[in-house]
C-alpha cells in the first residue's frame, strides 16, 4: 500500500528503497491566476488638474472691477461739450486718463453723456464727490462710477436688439421715454399713425439700461409729419415724450 508524507506531494510505493528513481506524481488541476497590472495615475493629468484649480483660484481673487472703479458716467452734458473740454472739467478735481462723449452713430450728435476714465479709485470718488448735481452749460450734470458689466446673456440679447433695427431717412427721434418702454411698446405705439418699419431705444453703453430716448422709422415721409404732429407731448407709460425729427 502507498505511504503519504506530510512533507511532499508525491505518492510513496512501497518498493522505493530499491527504486527510488521512478516516484509517482499526482495529477493535480492546474490552477492559474491572472497577473494584476499595476493602476498608475498619470502625472501629467494630475498636475493639469492641480495648474486649472490654480488658475480658477486666480480668476477669483483678481478684482474685475478695478478698471470699473475708475470709470466715471458724465450724464446731462450740453451737446457742444467736446472730449477735451470736458476733460479739462474733471481734470480739476483728479487725474484724467481718458475722456470721452458718446455720439449717436445715425445722426451725429452728442448723445449727451460720457465715459471718463481717472488715473486711480481715490481720482474717480473725488470727481464723483465734487462733480455730480453741478452746472456745465446751464445743465446739472450726473456724475457717477460706471455700471456693473453685463452678463454675456444680456449682452447677447441687446446685441440682438440692435441688430433688428432697420434704419431709414423717414426717422423720428422720441425722448423723455420711461424706462420701462420697450422695443415693441415703443414700435406699436407710433404704429398707429403710420407704417412703422422699425424701432430701438437706447442703451447706455455697457449696460442694459435705457437712456431715454430711442428711433422709429417709417416708409414714408408723411408718416414722420403725422407722428410728430400727433404724438409729440403724448403719454407713454406715464411721461409725455417728445417726437422731433432725427
Excluded at 77 to 86: A, F, G, Y
Excluded at 212 to 232: K, P
Amino acid at each position: 500500500m502507498a505511504t503519504f508524507s506530510s512533507s511532499s506531494s508525491f505518492l510513496i510505493p512501497p518498493n522505493f528503497l530499491q527504486n527510488p528513481a521512478k516516484p509517482f506524481k499526482t495529477h493535480l488541476p492546474k490552477i492559474s491566476f491572472p497577473a494584476l497590472k499595476p493602476q498608475y495615475i498619470p502625472l501629467k493629468s494630475t498636475r493639469r488638474r492641480l495648474d486649472a484649480v490654480a488658475e480658477d483660484t486666480s480668476v477669483v481673487t483678481a478684482d474685475p472691477s478695478s478698471v470699473a472703479a475708475r470709470r466715471l458716467y458724465v450724464g446731462n452734458i450740453p451737446r457742444t461739450v467736446t472730449n477735451d473740454e470736458l476733460q479739462k472739467i474733471v481734470e480739476e478735481h483728479g487725474a484724467v486718463e481718458k475722456a470721452e462723449v458718446m455720439y449717436d452713430k445715425y445722426s451725429g450728435r452728442s448723445r449727451r453723456f460720457a465715459f471718463v476714465t481717472m488715473k486711480t479709485v481715490e481720482d474717480a470718488n473725488a470727481a464723483v464727490e465734487k462733480l455730480n448735481g453741478t452746472e456745465v452749460g446751464g445743465r446739472e450734470i450726473k456724475v457717477n462710477i460706471t455700471e456693473k458689466p453685463l452678463t454675456s446673456l444680456e449682452l447677447s440679447l441687446l446685441q440682438a436688439e440692435e441688430s433688428q433695427f432697420v434704419d431709414s431717412p423717414h426717422k423720428v427721434y422720441v425722448g423723455n421715454l420711461a424706462k420701462t418702454v420697450t422695443m415693441d411698446m415703443l414700435k406699436d405705439f407710433f404704429a398707429e399713425k403710420g407704417k412703422v418699419v422699425s424701432a430701438k431705444i437706447s442703451r447706455v453703453p455697457g449696460t442694459s439700461k435705457s437712456s431715454g430716448y430711442g428711433f422709429v422709422t417709417f416708409e414714408l415721409e408723411e408718416d414722420v409729419e403725422a407722428a410728430i404732429s400727433s404724438l409729440n407731448n403724448a403719454v407713454l407709460e406715464g411721461q409725455k415724450i417728445r417726437v422731433n425729427k432725427a
